[in-house]
C-alpha cells in the first residue's frame, strides 16, 4: 500500500452517489484553455469522467444545470498558519479572559468560511497547539465541512530569538542527531510534511534572514530523515545563502525566497528540480503597509515587496513551479493572494494554475487534487462568471456558487435560501 499523508487518511468519507455537473464552462487546471458545455460525472467521491457533448445524465445521478458557470479544481492554500493568533478574539479589558476551548469553536467557524470561498485544501505550515489536528478529525467525523488539513506540526528551527517570539509553534533542534528526532516527533505527532526555519524570520528584529541558521549537516539530516520517510519539506527561506543551501539540499518547497532574482542560477535550479516558490506576496504587502512593526522591520518590508515583485517575474520567465500561499489573515480571504500574483505580474491563468494545480504539486498531492480530470478527488468549485476574465469574483463570496468536496456539495450560494454579503 503507498505511503498516505494524514490529510488524506483523515478525509471524511466521500459521497457515495453520483453527481452529474452539466452545462459548465471549464477551467481544468492543466494549462489547457477553458472550454464550453462540458459535463463532469462525479462517483464515489472522485471525478469519473469528464464530456464535451450535451449527453443525458447516468441513471441515479443527481443531475445539476450550471447554466454555464464556470467549474474549476478547489482551491489550495499552500501557506496558512491555521492555529496561529489569527483565529482568536482579543477581548476587551474587563472581559472575561477566553477559555481554553473557545480557539477551537472560532478556528472551526473560519474553516467553514474558508471552504465556502472555494479552499478545500489548506497547507498550515506552522501552528500553535493543537487545533489543527482537533480540526481535521471533527471534520473527518462530519462536525462541520471545511478544507482538507495539512500541517507541519511544529516548525524545526535552531535555537534562535524566533523561538522565544513563536512560543509554542517552534521545536527547537541543534545537530544533526536532534534535527533528525525533530522530524521523527513531527511524523509522530501526524504531522503531513516537515517545516524548517533555513533562515531567520523578517518578523523577528533579533533575527538576521541573511545567513543559514542550520549548518549543511543539520539541514541534511532534516531533508535526508523527512524524505526517507516519505514526506516533503518546506523551507522558511529569505537571505540568498540560507536560500540557496535549502535549494542545493534538495528542500521540496521554498516559502517566501524574495531574494531569488539576484541569483538566476538557482531559479534555474529549481525549475529544473520542481522545487516550488511559494511567494507569499499578501504578507509581504500587508507588513510593508502597517505602522504597527519596527521601523527597521518595515523598511526591510518595503524592500522586500520590490524584490519579491522581480522575483515572480523572474520566477516565471525561469519557468519555476509556483503555488500560492497567503501568509495572511483571516483564512478566508487567500484568493487575495490570487489577485497580488496577478497584480505582480502573473496572467490570470497562470495564477490560477498555481491556486490550483501548482499548490497540488506543492503538497504532493499532484495525483489527488489540483485539476478537474478523471480520477482525481472531486473537490470542485463552481463560481458565477469567468475567473479568467475577473478573477476577483473567486474573493467574492457571492459569486462562490457551490463548493463539492469529495463529491459532496458543502457550500455555496446554490445551497442557501438568501445569499447573504460577507459582514
Ligand atoms: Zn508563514
Redesign the pocket.
Known amino acids: 500500500m503507498p505511503h498516505r499523508l494524514p490529510a488524506l487518511i483523515a478525509d471524511p468519507p466521500p459521497a457515495e452517489g453520483r453527481l452529474w455537473l452539466s452545462n459548465a464552462r471549464l477551467f481544468e487546471g492543466t494549462g489547457s484553455a477553458t472550454r464550453q458545455g462540458v459535463c463532469v460525472l462525479v462517483e464515489g467521491g472522485r471525478i469519473a469522467r469528464v464530456v464535451e457533448a450535451s449527453e443525458p445524465p447516468p441513471e441515479g445521478a443527481l443531475v445539476v444545470d450550471l447554466d454555464g458557470r464556470t467549474i474549476l479544481p478547489g482551491l489550495v492554500d499552500a501557506?496558512a498558519?491555521v492555529g496561529g493568533s489569527f483565529d482568536r478574539p482579543t477581548p476587551l479589558k474587563g472581559a472575561e479572559a477566553l477559555l481554553p476551548g473557545t480557539t477551537a469553536h472560532h478556528a472551526a467557524a473560519e474553516l467553514r468560511e474558508v471552504v465556502r470561498m472555494g479552499i478545500t485544501t489548506v497547507r498550515d505550515?506552522?501552528s500553535v497547539g493543537d487545533v489543527v489536528v482537533e480540526a481535521r478529525q471533527a471534520m473527518r467525523y462530519g462536525a462541520f465541512p471545511g478544507p482538507r488539513l495539512l500541517t507541519c506540526g511544529r516548525i524545526v528551527s535552531p535555537t534562535g530569538p524566533g523561538g522565544r517570539f513563536f512560543r509554542g509553534m517552534y521545536r527547537e533542534a541543534d545537530g544533526s542527531d536532534d534535527v533528525r528526532r525533530a522530524v521523527r516527533e513531527q511524523l509522530r505527532y501526524g504531522a503531513d510534511f516537515v517545516k524548517v526555519m533555513t533562515t531567520g524570520a523578517r518578523t523577528v528584529e533579533l533575527e538576521d534572514p541573511d545567513p543559514p541558521q542550520l549548518t549543511r549537516e543539520e539541514l541534511a539530516a532534516l531533508v535526508d530523515e523527512s524524505h526517507r520517510m516519505g514526506y516533503r519539506v518546506c523551507a522558511?527561506c529569505e537571505g540568498l545563502a540560507g536560500t540557496e543551501l535549502a535549494i542545493v539540499e534538495g528542500v521540496d518547497t521554498i516559502?517566501h525566497g524574495m531574494y531569488l532574482n539576484q541569483r538566476p542560477d538557482m531559479l534555474e535550479r529549481m525549475a529544473a528540480n520542481d522545487q516550488v516558490l511559494v511567494p507569499?506576496l499578501s504578507?509581504l504587502l500587508g507588513l510593508a503597509a502597517s505602522p504597527t512593526w519596527t521601523p527597521l522591520l518595515l523598511e526591510l518590508g518595503r524592500h522586500n515587496v520590490e524584490q519579491a515583485r522581480l522575483t515572480l517575474a523572474a520566477a516565471r520567465e525561469g519557468g519555476v513551479r509556483l503555488a500560492m500561499g497567503y501568509?495572511s489573515s483571516p483564512l478566508r480571504s487567500a484568493g487575495n493572494e490570487l489577485l497580488a500574483m496577478i497584480e505582480f505580474g502573473l496572467t490570470p491563468h497562470e495564477a490560477l494554475v498555481a491556486a490550483t494545480a501548482g499548490g497540488a504539486y506543492a503538497l504532493g498531492l499532484e495525483d489527488e487534487i489540483g485539476t478537474v480530470e478523471a480520477g482525481k478527488l472531486a473537490d470542485l468549485v463552481v463560481v458565477d462568471g469567468d475567473p479568467l476574465a475577473s478573477p476577483e469574483i473567486l474573493c467574492d463570496r457571492a459569486r462562490i456558487w457551490l463548493v463539492v468536496r469529495l463529491g459532496t456539495p458543502v457550500a455555496g450560494t446554490a445551497l442557501e435560501r438568501t445569499p447573504v454579503a460577507p459582514a
Request: no cysteine; proline share 0%.
Open positions: 501557506h498558519h505550515v506552522g522558511h516559502e507569499t504578507f501568509d
